[in-house]
């Protein structure tokens, strides 16, 4: 962000302080590290997977274990069989009998059983025992644990709920009702008012496919769950075996200490109407894209040190076996995963299988922009979920005394407009006992105790932002005490000047305030000061301060009609197939959706953000607040589409995604992290993807594009080199698929092709969901390849298919990646949006671009 058990799982948790005597026992040069190992036998959803829709499928939960940790279910709840425990159980006892048997008497530890997506568990264990194990007939697949990391009031009248997808669904009082989204995140604080069930006098009903338990400690008690909070558990047994869980800092619950889960979770399904105050002042009333949609909380990050991969895996398979409908992930590798290609990873593989039980899955795209191949989600199984602005923006400005406005940051109240106060700068109003030399960081107003309270009194304090508040060592809530026990009229912080191209989020303030963001504004500000000082000649002190300004506050939010754009943080396309990286053929981002400046629940304990601390909501930038937005909007989806694929609802976002901003101008991408809004120029579809999100249109796609399961192992086995890891991951042969299906093959409701060698044909399929319909078919080529789509019309009745052919003929030789666009323009108004995207292009003859 800017600026988630079974037996095996719980007695990992209560043997915790067993760990570092477990590990001791080895000899002190085989250091031990954790290894996801995933065995041949197919894993329970490959059997159940397709019936999860149609019956209660095949349901794992654990059966509670004496220890710390306990486990409470919402009240109506009882839909786990015997049956499914026992299963569940038996699996566990076969990776054990397997450890023993290949580790013959070696110490090791055994983290997780996983059953559900994958066969197989998580092991600490030393690298000579991974590789008996990798050697095992037993055993496909032997990976290291890798690290992952975390990457709102008014977003839903810019999307246009209430009187869109809301109000064609009967209002957000049923939007998403029955439809479980699955977080895999920090946490959730449960007594937030945006997880009550007890907030409208229509009652929650109980999802009768979930099958979720709630985890009962100290920090998350019996009742923590309800109606809306369906299930809470976590997963932290690679953290705890590598000595770095804090159990009092990091919470040893489902209870959230970081603050983003909670947000994220609020994003896509907190309740409506909920008040935002903050640092006192209101911001208006929050809500959910989903608002009456269910959460079940997977707790796998933390704030001290982010997450692993075998915790998450952990998490996503629980996710699974409970029956979610949805998983949002705000969280990436803090790696491109190396091998044969980056979607063979345990995570994404894992999601693999989900999405195979019908699973919708959406990730966040990264906050690694805005340069190209920056992004951090891979798969074309997995929805990627760019960020972009909306239409409200907050601004703050001070009036200087010579008539100079100069804008700047912060939602603070502004001072009394009828008059204008004395600048005083922290260096100049230093007590008698304390001078710079002595405190080199005085400047910052950290200690109140360090000035004379008297010539502060009543006027406004200038004090200096330097990298120690983007560090965390500084604070503005600090600094603002500090004003505030000096009884000054205000806070002024100036940047300083070694603070470079830093973007400044705004920051709630009790008391009159303003941070002047920019370091040339801030030099303005400082000559109009020093310019003003009266100093004797003699003793060459201060005898006037002569500067005096007001501050117009930054409470009241703006609305601009360049929105959205593409914020430079945001990841960026083409999709990395491998570490070099090579492209894939594959388009990411699929999405933009509003993740800058987002007004969303705050953890009471959450310290993910200092000036949030122990408030109740916050204002968070980051892809990680654009996928919960997508996830909600998914929800909404599902529950009038239940028995869409995953990829139909996809196929529903993109294909009905806006190309345009609300002046009516091409969405623009900011280019730089210095000066973005100086450095942007037109969004591509490796920028954005199909486009911005448009919930409404999202409901009423007209025609959609399907795949599956056999589809994405066709694709994975067409990888060369690829037969192998694809037995290993996933227990199959690729010789039962396709093996020349490539990516442009894959039927995505988009064209992408890294290397257009002359020509391609490339065919995709519409299924109309609407009424019968024609259409007519029209397209703007890439810069260097002509286009033709065959039929150019056609007529579809509903439940009806139809081929369409696309021929790419490359006419330049080029490196440079160019785009184009085929729309699909149906007779009752329906419009399909089809990006296309070349990058490089070789030709028949020797022009070169």
Known sequence: MMGNINVVHLVVFSLGVLLPCLCQGDSDDATTAVYVVTLRHAPVSHYYGELRREVNGFKDDAAPTPGRTQFHKPKGYDNTTKTDKRYGSYISRVHDSLLKKVLKGEKYLKLYSYHYLINGFAVLVTQQQAEKLS???????VVLDFSVRTATTHTPQFLGLPQGAWFQDGGFETAGEGVVIGFIDTGIDPTHPSF??????????????????????RDFPSGSCNRKLVGARHFAASAITRGIFNSTQDYASPFDGDGHGTHTASVAAGNHGIPVIVAGHHFGNASGMAPRSHIAVYKALYKSFGGFAADVVAAIDQAAQDGVDIISLSITPNRRPPGVATFFNPIDMALLSAVKAGIFVVQAAGNTGPSPTSMFSFSPWIYTVGAASHDRVYSNSIFLGNNVTIPGAGLAPGTDESKLYKLIHAHHALSNDTTVADDMYVGECQDASKFNKDLIKGNLLMCSYSIRFVLGLSTIKRASETARNLSAAGVVFYMDPFVIGYQLSPVPMKMPSIIIASTNDSKVLMQYYNSSLEIDAVSKKIVKFGAVAGIC?????????????????SARGPDPEDSLPHQADILKPNLLAPGNLIWAAWSSAGTDSVEFLGENFALMSGTSMAAPHVAGLAALIRQKFPNFSPAAIGSALSTTASLYDKSGGPIMAQRSYASPELNQSPATPFDMGSGFVNASGALNPGLIFDSGYDDYMSFLCGINGSAPVVLNYTGQNCGLYNS???????????????KLNQSRTVLRTVRNIAQNESYSVGWTAPSGVSVKVSPTHFCIANGERQVLSVLLNATLNSSVPSFGRIGLFGNQGHVVNIPLSVMVTISSNTTTS
Request: proline share 11%; glycine share 10%.
């Open 553 to 569: 506050g930054g409470l009241k939010a703006n609305y601009s009609s360049v929105a959205p754009k593409v914020m430079y943080y």
């Open 196 to 217: 009550g069930d007890n907030n409208s006098e229509h009652p929650y009903p109980v999802p009768p496919h979930f099958s979720g338990i709630c985890e009962v400690t």
């Open 135 to 141: 050697r095992s007939g037993e055993v496909s697949n």
């Open 740 to 754: 020349t299906v490539y990516g442009p093959d894959l039927n995505l409701p988009s064209i992408t092709i890294s």
